[in-house]
Structure formats: C-alpha cells, structure tokens
C-alpha cells in the first residue's frame, strides 16, 4: 500500500461470509472488510472509528450480523473518565512491579510466545493450533494506520503487549496478551488504565475498547470503565454507571478473559 496522505483514499470491500460467533453461541456473525489502498491518515482513521468499525492486519472490518445486534462498540471519553479507588489499586500495584514501554509494534519469538502462552492458558487455543510469527505479524503488526505497542517488562522480562492503533483524536485497543505468571497483577485492566494514561497524557479524546457484548462474560469486564459511550442503533449513547460484575449468562471458561477486545 502507499504511504501517501495527498492521495484520494480508495478502498475495497468484501461483504464477508456467516460463520459461528465466537461470542454467543448459536448466533451466526458476518464481518464486512475494508481494505484501503493507502495508509489512513489520523483524521481517516477517527471517522472509521466512529461509525464502529475496528482493524485487523491491513483490513478495517464491523459487525453486520443477521439476526443479531448484541455487539455494541464501546469508547471511553477520556477527558471524562472516572479513576475509582479499585482502578487507581490495580493501577498503582503494577506500576510498583512493571515498566511500561511505548514503541512501535513488532514481531518476534518472546512476542508470539507470549501470545500463545497466554491464549492456551485461558483456553482459546489449543498447542496444535499456535499462531507463528508470521501470523503475528499479519494479524497485529501489519496494519492500514499509525500502530503502536504498549510493552510490560518486569526488570529485562517482557512479560506482556498491547497492541493499539493510533489516529488523530482517537485510541483503539486491538489486542493484550500477558504472561499467566502475574495475573495477580490484574494486567488486563492494568493494561487499559494504562492505555488511559497514556491518551490523557497526550490529550486524545476518546480510547476504544472494541465490543461491548451484555451476554458474554469474555467482553462484560468493560463495564468498569466509566463514563463510556456505546454504538446503539446508530447513536453513541453515554453509560454513566460502572457495573464491577455485570450479570451476564454463564458461558464456557474460554470466553472468560479480560484482556481480549
């Protein structure tokens, strides 16, 4: 793709095919992607963001279900955001441990080590089924805008990533992944406070959680986070109460994971 912001930015679009959801079972999901033929500029990247779309690799890609309208993008109005006493804990417990570094995403072997680790640790994969450092690559370090990692080392130990893409005004939180040794360290949430931190630093208005989805306990954890707006029908509606446990139907223990988006 060209990296070239005076051109006119164009695009391709697949309408995607139905396949099993991976968040409530039985529903079918469909997924259209975008691929634009350029790098997006900041401003570009904010106005995919806004009408709810999310990336994967080179492409951008929303939720176009059926029979299914559960999934709701969610974002956090950063300037807004409320810090409770439990957040400011689980914040302070792994700034005493960690040290945070922000820098370009990249792929290696400790890398996809650690995303594997942490995906069969919490039953989303399975050893025959790994993900190589060029699907890593793919997936995470290829990418249509301004990418960066957020890396968590204890001493010279990488122990954890965020992947989070970058626009003008707008964070959106792809993936964390982190090694199942300092899960005491509530690095899923540590991860997104830090993710706040960092935009409120640098005064971007809103950090993008991804879905948002009521009946799955995997995505419920977001609820935590307020004040948040959620794409409903169309509209960001704001969300002012934080729910701690939001009541959720049980589902498999594969789906109980914090740091997914």
Known sequence: MQDDADQPLMVSQFEGTPTPCPYLDPQTSILPLTLPHRILTG???DQFLEAG??????????????????????????????????LRRVF??????LRVEVGAASADERRVELYNRHKTARG???????????????????SCCMTVELSFWDEKELIGCTILDVGRKSLSAVYTFFDPRFSDLSPGTFSILQQIAWGQANQFD???LG???????????????????????????????????WAAPTLPKKYEDESGN
């Open 43 to 45: 401003e570009e990247f």
């Open 53 to 86: 779309h999310r990336r994967s690799g080179p492409f951008l890609y929303r939720t176009k279900c059926p029979a299914c309208s559960a999934c709701e993008p969610t974002r956090l109005p950063l300037k807004r955001f409320h810090w409770t006493t439990s």
């Open 92 to 97: 302070r417990k792994g700034s005493e441990r």
């Open 124 to 142: 989303m994969s399975d050893p025959e089924s790994l993900e190589d450092i060029h699907g890593y690559r793919d997936g995470f370090v290829q």
């Open 206 to 208: 809103y950090l993008y």
């Open 211 to 245: 879905l948002f989805v009521a009946g799955n306990r995997h995505l419920r954890y977001k609820a935590r986070f307020t004040p948040q707006e959620r794409l409903i029908e169309g509209r960001w509606q704001l969300f002012s109460e934080a729910i701690e446990d």
